[in-house]
């Protein structure tokens, strides 16, 4: 049994894969190196304004070329699993047509450094830097882009299928479609509700085009979909709605169709959620014959991204900023989203809440019955720094993991089909939008000298790994 004498339920399943994370324009550097060509990251961080401190992917933690070291840290570690993704531009340089051979080499050469060290390889075939050239023939925005990623992943699987035990082919198209095309806080930058809405179907399209094309050319591959989900929380007062709870389930419904539903329900049961804004819907004359079906073909896992729960409550359509209130897509502004105060935060803002990752994953089992999950992404950013004594002791970090490690456990103590963690990140890398200032690594950057420290909680991490269980906390835990 994996519960402890006290109830708490701490031991993970035999066989548990525990894994680091880390994506290609967030780590690799070198954009220039070996006929790779640009990406839409490439365009978005060299334009003023869109990333912190005008900071880009150009060096970033240079593991291009320092992979090796890479691999000797997963190793040291003791973890079972890299889950990395593969730069689409390094293999078609032009998103299509010519073949970069080179590109293709430097991923076996990753690869075979990674089977030397006994680690077993999640590849994710598109973490967000689509060829700056498929962008200027329309992006995702075209549905020619979905067949364009299916020839990618088909070319790659090929090629790499024999080294590779884990297919991903698509990291959090939500925060693509969303933050991509609908705010424009990612790249390309746009803000516009129809193309976004446009952008939700190739991307499933291309999911689904892409896993048929792994499938074809690695016969037994693992094949799955890394999503962003969430739980949905209401606010108790439905008062505030005029008198109505009604109308506030009504919304949680539309908020899960929002956060959760809109790339969950076509994968798993093949149809666009029910209670989804008209909004975001993708429009029927886009969805053609067969889509539907190719897009829910069954998977062999789903990849779970959690990072904190969304808040929900009656609103003032008058005064949406207040305590950071947003308005709800599709709802009329008397619903929003919100941060509750009172509640622990990261420096990211994001709430602390592993109970809302219990509550995911058994929606999840329960949704998607014998479906293996593996969380594919979990994590905290930190302001971390090094000691005087060279240590960096990252004791928020230690007790954030400790937290949603031990709901992992009882989700799967109460029967979630969980086969694997992979932590967000191995290394402090490019985070996005925010630059190099939000440091998620458990390794430690210094990217002035590209120098690696393993953080406190590398070591919590890889004694968790080593245990397959939680251990406990310290009874005093330090404020
Ligand atoms: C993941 O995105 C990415 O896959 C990874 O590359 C990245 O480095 C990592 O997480 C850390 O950010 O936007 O304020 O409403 C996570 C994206 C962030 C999207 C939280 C939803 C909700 C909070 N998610 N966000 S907010």
Redesign the pocket.
Known sequence: SNVTSSGEPLAFPAGFTWGAAT?AY?IEGAVNADGRGPSVWDTFSRTPGKVRGGDTGDIACDSYHRYPEDADLLRSLGLSGYRFSISWPRIFPDGAGQLNQAGLDYYKSLLDTLGERGISAAATLF??DLPQALQDRGGWASRDTAYRFADYAGVVAEALGDRIIRWITL??P??VAH?GHRIGVHAPGLTDDAVAAAVTHHLLLGHGLGAAAVRAAAPGAEVGITL?L?PVRVAADGSALNGSAQALERARLVADATHNGIFLEPVLFGSYPEHAPAAIVPPAELIKDGDLETISAPIDFLGV?Y??P?HLRAGDPDNLLRNEE?PMAGIDGHVV?YSPEGMERTP???LIDPDGLYELLMRLSADAPGLPLYIT?N?C?AEDYVDPNGEVNDLERIKFLHLHLAAVARAASDGARLAGYYV??LLD?F??SYGYQKR?GIVYVDFATQRRIPKASSAFFARVASDNAVPPLPAAWPV
């Open positions: 994506a967030q973490h967000w990291n959090e939500l925060v933050n962003n969430t991204n990072y904190q969304e947003r989203n990211m803002g994001w992404e994590g950013a967000w990140s890398n985070e996005w998620f």
